[in-house]
Every structure is written in C-alpha cells, then in structure tokens.
C-alpha cells in the first residue's frame, strides 16, 4: 500500500503560478510511474501529467508547455511535483496525485483544490 499526501494548491490570478507536491510513503518500491489528474465539478476526472521512474513525461495536451512534473527519490518516500505556470481559470479544479505499479494505481492523494481567478 502507498500513502500520499499533497500540498501545494490555492487560489491564483491568471498568469500565475503555483506548485503541487505529493510525497508518497510505503510500499514506495511498486511505485512505477506518478500522475497527477484533475477533476473540474460536473466533468470527469483527467490525467494532466505523468512521469515514469525512469523520467519519461506526459502532458495533456491543454498543459503542455505551461506545466512541468518531476519526481524526486530517497530511500524512504518518493515526491511528485508540478509546477503549474501561466494558469488560466479552466485550470480551476481539484488536483489529485496517483502512484502506479505498471498499469494499476497503488494510491491516489486526498486531493487539492486549485482556483484560478480571471
């Protein structure tokens, strides 16, 4: 089982930026990949980014150029970020963190709200 827990969201004029962390403890040796999606009310959720263990990334393509996500590593947990720029108020969501183990998700965070004002 992986724990993760996030932090990072709030509220930001458009142009701004803001960035999500998600540290995930536990069974951290599953972890494969880490994502982050996105869930606006009354849509469904979607994936935003993800990046593999070995550094490989993707984007949807709404974020491309504007968002970035790394991964950092210890022995002990493994952190996700993204650095969200230039957001615009279609970003405005709940921002969740997931860890996979290949193609199924070990863990999602609690989630974390992101409101962008126009």
């Known amino acids: 089982q992986v724990q993760l827990v996030e932090s990072g969201g709030g509220l930001v004029q458009a142009g701004g930026s803001l960035r999500l962390s998600c540290a995930a403890s536990?069974?951290?040796?599953?972890?494969?990949?880490m994502a982050w999606h996105r869930q606006a009310p009354g849509t469904q959720r979607e994936l935003v980014a993800a990046?593999?263990?070995?550094?490989?990334?993707?984007?949807a393509d709404s974020v491309k150029g504007r968002f970035t996500i790394t991964i950092s590593r210890d022995n002990a947990k493994n952190t996700a970020y993204l650095q969200m720029n230039n957001l615009k108020p279609e970003d405005t969501a709940v921002y969740y963190c997931?860890?996979?183990?290949?193609?199924?998700?070990?863990?999602w965070g609690q989630g974390t709200q992101v409101t962008v004002s126009s």
């Open positions: 997931a860890a996979l183990s290949g193609p199924f998700v070990s863990g």
């Open positions: 536990g069974s951290i040796f599953r972890i494969s990949s």
């Open positions: 990046i593999t263990s070995g550094g490989t990334t993707t984007y």
